[in-house]
């Protein structure tokens, strides 16, 4: 068995008559050390995907196993890093990062968890931030943050949910890189949701297209055989990154879309606003 | 004239010319249709005794004005700190719970607009003495604001919050601490602050009906005797402490305003 296995995963929103099918028969199955990258359309359901991975919401059908464990519940075995960066705006960086840190590590001595988030907030590049609050930071330095909290827990494995979408071009790319290096340290299993294909192909190892809702399922997993470390640079003149890609994008719009195009239920408003506040 | 003198001479002008249009006002009906209004001289000079000295005490009813005020705000202190330690927790059970919000919230709403003058009969017969009877009007009356904005302050924590708390596996406790209470720290401050602008509301009546010595015994004490200037100086310093108190109150809750 896989160290993360899904299996007839479903999920949907809303009572009888106006209820919609958000997901539908997911199986994947994702090895340790593995960095997967899940893209989709905006609105697919990839929040809820990853929400359900987390435990902090159930699926209506199928299972979902972390290293053999069924998992019905939240923990801090599963490291997530949140869209929109839920730190808390009461406490300082390190503050955040401790936080986590002394909930999963409550054993170890006081200078050891203070030299374990000082470790992290270094590792992302926060030192000279890490007493400030995260009002006062930039999104792609809250990103960071959040990104530490998440590595600090040392969690089995790291769920990203779009973590560098809000952000522009030029951090983005930054913080892309920043996570190759840390994931080439560590190799931590990760699954990561994206909707720039470009990103899953520099990160993952195996990137999966979700097809367009609703009932939005996985498509076909594309192996992205690139030596790593992976050049941004000299990736867009790379055969095989054209290939991949071109598969990738070829199922979106292809196969992936048709399921949008021939089922016309509207999409109801309430799920937007549990994505938002997902 | 750079338009910066320009504006700071309006920010302190503009305020005298409303005192000076109010005090006008005053002197004009003072000497017109009501005779038995004292005029802000006349006002003054009756005052003067309990303005330069003002904590001095030549009797039980006769003491410098920052002195009952004194007594005032002790009142208030108490009354307030009870309102508090009730309002406040009843607030974060009324946020947290759906049942007891819908259990309790109708009753809330009718008990919330009773005016004071209605609970201090009820604290005397609760209480039958005029100290305990006094503290329970400030609270009861006192106390809604706090408890409302509470429990809308636990309800409009962010998911994102509740979230980390899950994934962390906080114990009840902890999440209280760490999460719960600083998320709706800026609601609960600003109930707070109109809590405490209804206590010193409720003081005066309190006093009246009670006839404790404070601002508003004074007040009360004063009319009987006929000497109306003394009202007029306690109005004023009512209101110049009510706005002392919401002054610090704001700038107690600005510091929380973290979010």
Not at chain 1, 186 to 207: F, Q, S
Not at chain 2, 34 to 45: C, Q, R
Not at chain 2, 129 to 156: D, E, H, Y
Request: glycine residues 8%; proline residues 6%.
């Amino acid at each position: 068995m896989a160290f993360l296995e899904l299996s007839g995963v479903g999920k949907g929103y809303g009572s009888n008559g106006s209820r919609t099918e958000v997901l539908r028969d997911l199986n994947l199955s994702i090895e340790k050390g593995e960095f997967v990258a899940i893209v989709g359309y905006s609105g697919a359901g990839k929040t809820t995907l990853i929400s359900m991975i987390a435990g902090l919401i159930k699926p209506d059908t199928g299972t979902i196993t972390l290293d053999g464990k069924t998992i019905t519940e939240p923990g801090p075995d599963r490291g997530v890093v949140f869209q929109n960066y839920s730190l808390l705006p009461w406490l300082s960086v390190e503050e955040n990062i401790a936080l986590a840190v002394d909930q999963v590590f409550p054993d170890w001595s006081k200078d050891k968890r203070r030299d374990h988030v000082a470790k992290y907030i270094a590792m992302v590049n926060l030192t000279p931030a890490r007493r400030k609050r995260p009002h006062e930071l930039s999104g792609g330095m809250r990103q960071r943050v959040s990104v530490a909290r998440a590595l600090a827990m040392d969690p089995a494995i790291l769920l990203l949910d779009e973590p560098l979408s809000a952000l522009d071009a030029l951090t983005r790319a930054t913080l892309q890189d920043e996570i190759e290096s840390i994931w080439e340290g560590n190799h931590k299993t990760v699954v990561m949701i994206t909707n720039d294909v470009d990103e899953g192909i520099l990160l993952a190892d195996r990137i999966i297209p979700l097809s367009a809702g609703p009932g939005a399922t996985l498509g076909p997993a594309v192996r992205v055989d690139l030596d790593r470390p992976r050049d941004r640079k000299a990736l867009n003149h790379d055969a095989r990154f054209k290939t991949i890609r071109g598969k990738v994008i070829s199922y979106l719009l292809g196969a992936g879309k048709k399921a949008r195009t021939q089922l016309t239920v509207a999409r109801p408003a309430v799920l937007d606003s549990l994505e938002a506040s997902a | 004239m750079s338009p910066k003198v320009k504006s700071y001479l309006a920010a302190a002008l503009l305020p005298l010319i409303g005192v000076a249009a109010v005090v006008a006002a005053w002197s004009i009906s003072s000497h017109t249709w009501s005779k038995d209004l004292p005029s802000p001289n006349k006002t003054w000079e009756a005052s003067k005794p309990y303005v330069v000295e003002p904590f001095a005490k030549r009797g039980e009813l006769d003491q410098g004005i920052l002195r009952f005020t004194w007594y005032s705000l002790v009142r208030v202190a108490k009354g307030y700190s009870l309102a508090l330690l009730i309002g406040t927790p009843l607030g974060f059970i009324l946020g947290l719970s759906k049942l007891f919000s819908r259990a309790f919230d109708p009753i809330i709403q009718i008990l919330r607009p009773v005016s004071p003058l209605a609970w201090l009969p009820l604290g005397l017969v609760l209480f039958a003495q005029s100290k305990p009877a006094a503290l329970f009007t400030i609270a009861i009356c006192a106390m809604w604001p706090t408890v409302l904005n509470t429990a809308v302050g636990v309800r409009a924590i962010p998911q994102d919050y509740l979230n980390v708390a899950r994934v962390l596996k906080l114990s009840p406790t902890k999440r209280l601490f760490k999460i719960l209470i600083p998320a709706t720290l800026p609601y609960m401050f600003t109930g707070f602050r109109l809590s405490l602008g209804i206590a010193w509301l409720v003081i005066v009546a309190v006093e009246m009906l009670t006839g404790t010595p404070g601002v508003g015994g004074f007040l009360w004490q004063e009319y009987n005797a006929l000497i109306y200037e003394h009202i007029i100086l306690c109005i004023i310093v009512i209101g110049l402490v009510g706005f002392i108190l919401d002054r610090m109150m704001s700038m107690a809750e600005m510091r929380f305003r973290t979010a």
